[in-house]
């Protein structure tokens, strides 16, 4: 070697072992970032250089770090809440309603590739379904029959989410709000309806007690005996409560011969009341006496 040659340099061994630190620092970086775990309800949607790779499933997966990126799908049911709908009725009701969806991706790939957003998109086709479909039913079928609109709606909505990969599981309307004079209204309504009812069946039991009165009396009039054992009877319950007052019940068809011999023409109370008649005309009246002139 010359004299104007310049010595090298011996690496020392501190040197190596900050190269090899660094080294291992980027690779441990650029693993942290290429891998990715994904938990059992959850898909992966992977673009490789803006283009779509198959659908990742659960467990570690591999991408490319500034080339790969990866767009979790949650498939669980997720639920959503349709605020409260200003409507108008078949009948020109207006009414608040409200409703919840439930609802769930079945296709991840569709879902981020048809629609920008498919939570907000669905909730908007709930909400515009809603409105629409109430507005032809009247406010009766609101109240009674909301499993058939429960069932219409879902179909309806699910109709036009099936192309994004969203399952409608179910649609719940939760409340339905009308205004106080309409509730009113509704009150009166039920409270003539449940008088009504009454009455009938306060009806229909007069009709059967006399239906059962008549046929008992039918009974009585075939049998004297009995009707004596149910005077007994009546006048033994009279007794039963140590009353002071004997009710004796007396039938009119026994006083009615002794009434009939006593103010017949020639009888004792005709006599009496018309003595120059002595019997002669029996065209006179025991009711046309003098005395009650």
């Known amino acids: 070697m010359g004299d104007g040659a310049r010595p090298r340099r011996r690496r020392t061994p501190l040197t190596g072992l900050i190269i090899a630190g660094a080294a291992i620092v980027v690779v441990g970086v650029a693993l942290a970032f290429s891998v990715t775990v994904l938990r059992e309800y959850e898909r992966g949607v992977v673009f490789r250089a803006g283009r779509v790779r198959p659908l ?26 349709i605020p409260p709908q200003e409507v108008i009725t078949k009948d020109n009701v207006p009414a ?52 058939d609109l429960n069932q219409d709606l879902r179909n309806i909505i699910e109709r036009q989410t099936s192309d994004w990969g969203v399952e409608v599981q179910i649609v719940e309307i939760k409340d ?20 009504r009812r009454a009455k009938i069946i306060n009806a229909h039991g007069e009709l059967q007690a006399s239906e059962e009165l008549r046929q008992a009396a039918d009974t009585l009039s075939r049998s004297p005996a009995s009707l004596q054992l149910r005077y007994l009877q009546t006048l033994l319950e009279l007794g039963a409560d140590q009353n002071s007052t004997v009710v004796f019940p007396l039938p009119v068809d026994i006083i009615t011969p002794f009434l009939r011999s ?24 025991p009711l046309d006496r003098p005395d009650r002139g």
């Open 56 to 81: 990742y499933g659960p467990g570690m997966r591999f991408v490319i770090p500034l080339v790969d990126r990866l767009v979790r799908v949650d498939q669980r049911v997720v639920t959503l809440t």
């Open 262 to 285: 006593a103010f017949e023409p020639g009888g004792p109370a005709w006599q009496r009341d018309f003595p120059d008649h002595g019997g002669r005309d029996e065209h006179v009246s």
């Open 176 to 195: 339905v709000e009308i205004p106080e004079s309409m509730q009113r209204a509704m009150a009166r309504e039920a409270e003539a309806e449940r008088e």
């Open 96 to 147: 608040r309603v409200n409703a919840v969806v439930m609802f769930r991706i079945t296709e991840p790939v569709k879902a981020i590739l048809a629609v920008e957003n498919y939570s907000v998109a669905t909730s908007q086709i709930a909400q515009t379904t809603l409105r629409s479909l109430l507005g032809r039913a009247d406010l009766d079928t609101l109240l009674a029959h909301r499993e």
